[in-house]
């Protein structure tokens, strides 16, 4: 198969098979430079100063902007901050203030957690008879009802890879009067996104997932260019506001998608993701998907033919997967474990699940082979049984 050319732009160690870019992008070979820059050449030489002269102030939008290209957003609608639970409050307080005559917010079973914490805590905040409703993710298209609100997904599921249609599901949304907003921490950098295409209202995203800014990257949010000026943020921090150096006493939003600017930006972060984001300036979306789909494809037929123990738990259609298939078993758990062990990183999710990202950045058909060999033997020489093994840690 053809390899995206980027795969040695990343630092993986030697004897690793990666397959949790998922989870926690790799370490990009040009970034520990760019942030011994960021602290030696901005904060220790700089000082101060580097707000300006190094463009600090600035970069949660400029940056940015490389991600908007990767989702398909227009530049100047993306912005940089915080965390992305974070994100979800910000983006569903806005679309709740948007149709205050409604009470239903649409989610679905599915969903990561934290994107329904927020929703749960956020209602009883509010405290004015609002609804967080999750049916299964197969249902979530007919249970948008015209007393629907909000419809918040994470198109791409954290456990299984199952994939939304962003197109469909928001003409519905619209269609039924709601607003629509986007999770996209397991699509940004996966598959191909149109997120202006699709007119949703608000997307949101993490940054250290497929886009590899590494732990504690700051998230993103998207909001359409139209609406920005209409919404008072409800997390209304001094640097959302139009002029946070007069120190005014009253806050007064910034103009389009600065006032979802909260606090200080996490500078050495940025410096970290600029650079891993600069990767994609070289990355075609569409050749990526395609790899993608030829890693999974060989993924899922290797596994069934070689540890029939093991049963998908993924679409079996490519076209309704992300760049993630998950198997379960008995004793995904400790088979996991064992794997790590052995150089083969995957993760594990409750109640059974093997998860495995497939990142073709950094992946070709070869280290799927070498990954389902090493599966392959640890199912059928029972290695995984082992105290060693079994126990669950904090992290999984
Ligand atoms: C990874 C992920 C998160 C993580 O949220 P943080 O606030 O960045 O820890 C949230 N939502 C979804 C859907 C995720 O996949």
Partial sequence: MTRLPVKD????PDGIIYLDGNS???LPCSVPARVASAVTKEWGGHLIKGWNVDGWMAQPVTVADRIARIIGAPPKSTVLGDTLSIKVHQALSAALQMRADRKVILSDNGNFPTDLYMAQGL???????HELRTPNPEDV??????DVAVVMLTQVDYRTGRMHDMADITARAHAAGAVMIWDLAHSAGAVPLDIAGSNA????GCTYKYLNGGPGAPAFIYVRPDLADHISPALSGWLGHDA???FEPDYRPAIGIERFRVGTPSVIQIAA??????IWDDVDLKALRGASIQLSELFISEVEARCPELTLASPRNPEH???QVSFSYKHGYAVMQALIAQGVIGDYRHPDMMRFGFTPLFLDSDDIRQAVDILQEIIADRSWDDPKFTTVKRVT
């Fill in 201 to 204: 209202e608000f997307a949101v």
């Fill in 123 to 129: 209602i009883r905040q509010l405290d004015v008879g």
């Fill in 141 to 146: 298209a007919d249970a948008i009802t015209s």
């Fill in 244 to 246: 946070p150096f007069a």
């Fill in 24 to 26: 926690l992008g790799p």
């Fill in 9 to 12: 732009r990343f630092d993986l």
């Fill in 273 to 278: 993701l600029d650079e891993a984001l600069a």
């Fill in 321 to 323: 997967r992300g760049s």
